[in-house]
């Protein structure tokens, strides 16, 4: 299960790692920044995985339990299929944990990182640091270049910038090395340079200035609107409890009780969130838990087959189902986000159905003393496109 989720988070990031890859080196931001957008991503992709490691892991276990003759050795010996998947179910309830803790926390987190990260980098915001060799603008309309840079681009040698002022003036600032720096409690970064020099043209470009420096800061004029929101703002980006407490303060306000005050600028932010787009994103997380502790009801039937029966149709029926069964889940979040309808009863509706199917399909197969239910139906199918052919 490890390795088939290694290989598929590595696989999905593959094209996202290129297109950040080209995001970042053409702002001429430093490979720090690259690494830290591409882990602050790896969450979201566990997720998209992880249930689908978990079925992979159960139907290829199964599959050669059946295709080698060792499942009817062990119901032969009074080992029935519940007890068998006893381990299984076990396994897929940790898991279920581990995906409530990384959908209700970790991904939330990472995800607002990711796009704070991607607003400075599209924003021109140099905070992160500066890439050697490349022209990278800066929020107050400098355009500097550095050749050689270090500590994640916040220390860095030959210093080059060049600024054109509004009445047609240019302002260049060259300097043997240079860092960014944070000033004060605020956090508010500035460039500071070391032995440098200073020029200033006027707009006929016939009278120059020319000042010489032991010590120039640069102030990094990051306005509130060149900045990233503060997190609370976006219901994808709240933890579970914090989800939960901005969901309730919604119903009881919706009620006609008085919340009081928000205790936090987060939720302050979270009040502005529509109901519709709480609900949504609440009901979907859980049910994105809950799903995880079904893929023994469906893996199992699905793996068990005889020698002679073609491995691949119950995984292909099983990865179709669970993309069906995602897309609707997805497709019920965004309209009730979106709209007037709730989300629970469409959302768990959805789940209910997939789990009763999966639940129906498990008992059908361990109460069979001959073809599973799966095996019939696949027998049926090659009847009829025989039937067809002929």
């Given at each position: 299960?490890?390795?088939?989720?290694?290989?598929?988070?590595?696989?999905?990031?593959?094209?996202?790692?290129?297109?950040?890859?080209?995001?970042?080196?053409?702002?001429?931001?430093?490979?720090?920044?690259?690494?830290?957008?591409?882990?602050?991503?790896?969450?979201?992709?566990?997720?998209?995985?992880?249930?689908?490691?978990?079925?992979?892991?159960?139907?290829i276990t199964f599959r050669r339990l059946s295709s080698q003759s060792e499942l009817h050795a062990l119901h032969a010996g009074g080992i029935g299929l519940g007890q068998l998947?006893?381990?299984?179910?076990?396994?897929?309830?940790?898991?279920?944990?581990?995906?409530?803790?990384?959908?209700?926390?970790?991904?939330?987190?990472?995800?607002?990182?990711?796009?704070?990260?991607?607003?400075?980098?599209?924003?021109?915001?140099?905070?992160?640091?500066?890439?050697?060799?490349?022209?990278?603008?800066?929020?107050?309309?400098?355009?500097?270049?550095?050749?050689?840079?270090?500590?994640?681009?916040?220390?860095?040698?030959?210093?080059?910038?060049?600024?054109?002022?509004?009445?047609?003036?240019?302002?260049?600032?060259?300097?043997?090395?240079?860092?960014?720096?944070?000033?004060?409690?605020?956090?508010?970064?500035?460039?500071?340079?070391?032995?440098?020099?200073?020029?200033?043209?006027?707009?006929?470009?016939?009278?120059?200035?020319?000042?010489?420096?032991?010590?120039?800061?640069?102030?990094?004029?990051?306005?509130?609107?060149?900045?990233?929101?503060?997190?609370?703002?976006?219901?994808?980006?709240?933890?579970?409890?914090?989800?939960?407490?901005?969901?309730?303060?919604?119903?009881?306000?919706?009620?006609?009780?008085?919340?009081?005050?928000?205790?936090?600028?987060?939720?302050?932010?979270?009040?502005?969130?529509?109901?519709?787009?709480?609900?949504?994103?609440?009901?979907?997380?859980?049910?994105?838990?809950?799903?995880?502790?079904?893929?023994?009801?469906?893996?199992?039937?699905?793996?068990?087959?005889?020698?002679?029966?073609?491995?691949?149709?119950?995984?292909?029926?099983?990865?179709?189902?669970?993309?069906?069964?995602?897309?609707?889940?997805?497709?019920?979040?965004?309209?009730?986000?979106?709209?007037?309808?709730?989300?629970?009863?469409?959302?768990?509706?959805?789940?209910?159905?997939?789990?009763?199917?999966?639940?129906?399909?498990?008992?059908?197969?361990?109460?069979?003393?001959?073809?599973?239910?799966?095996?019939?139906?696949?027998?049926?199918?090659?009847?009829?496109?025989?039937?067809?052919?002929?």
């Amino acid at each position: 299960m490890l390795v088939t989720l290694f290989a598929s988070v590595v696989v999905l990031l593959l094209e996202k790692m290129l297109n950040l890859l080209n995001l970042t080196v053409g702002a001429g931001v430093s490979s720090f920044v690259v690494v830290q957008m591409i882990v602050s991503l790896f969450p979201n992709y566990i997720r998209l995985v992880l249930p689908l490691g978990l079925f992979l892991g159960i139907f290829i276990t199964f599959r050669r339990l059946s295709s080698q003759s060792e499942l009817h050795a062990l119901h032969a010996g009074g080992i029935g299929l519940g007890q068998l998947s006893q381990p299984v179910k076990k396994l897929a309830a940790v898991v279920t944990i581990l995906g409530l803790g990384l959908t209700g926390y970790i991904e939330p987190l990472g995800r607002f990182v990711y796009h704070s990260l991607y607003h400075q980098v599209t924003n021109g915001i140099i905070e992160a640091g500066i890439g050697e060799g490349i022209f990278v603008d800066t929020p107050d309309g400098f355009t500097v270049r550095v050749q050689r840079s270090l500590n994640a681009g916040t220390e860095f040698y030959g210093f080059f910038g060049y600024r054109e002022a509004d009445g047609g003036g240019v302002e260049t600032v060259t300097a043997r090395r240079g860092e960014i720096i944070k000033i004060g409690l605020t956090g508010t970064r500035s460039i500071r340079l070391f032995d440098g020099e200073q020029v200033s043209w006027e707009g006929d470009k016939s009278n120059r200035t020319t000042m010489g420096f032991k010590i120039l800061e640069v102030p990094m004029d990051t306005e509130a609107n060149n900045r990233y929101p503060d997190r609370g703002s976006d219901e994808l980006e709240l933890t579970l409890h914090e989800l939960i407490i901005a969901y309730a303060r919604g119903v009881m306000r919706s009620l006609g009780f008085t919340t009081g005050p928000p205790t936090s600028l987060l939720y302050t932010l979270a009040d502005t969130i529509t109901q519709q787009a709480l609900a949504a994103e609440l009901h979907g997380r859980i049910i994105y838990a809950l799903s995880i502790i079904v893929m023994p009801f469906l893996a199992i039937p699905l793996g068990i087959g005889s020698p002679r029966s073609n491995r691949y149709v119950g995984l292909v029926f099983g990865l179709v189902g669970m993309l069906v069964y995602q897309k609707t889940i997805e497709f019920g979040q965004k309209i009730a986000a979106v709209s007037q309808l709730p989300a629970g009863p469409f959302l768990w509706g959805s789940f209910a159905i997939f789990f009763g199917l999966s639940a129906y399909l498990f008992m059908r197969t361990e109460q069979a003393a001959g073809q599973t239910p799966f095996q019939e139906f696949e027998s049926a199918v090659r009847k009829r496109l025989r039937l067809k052919r002929a």
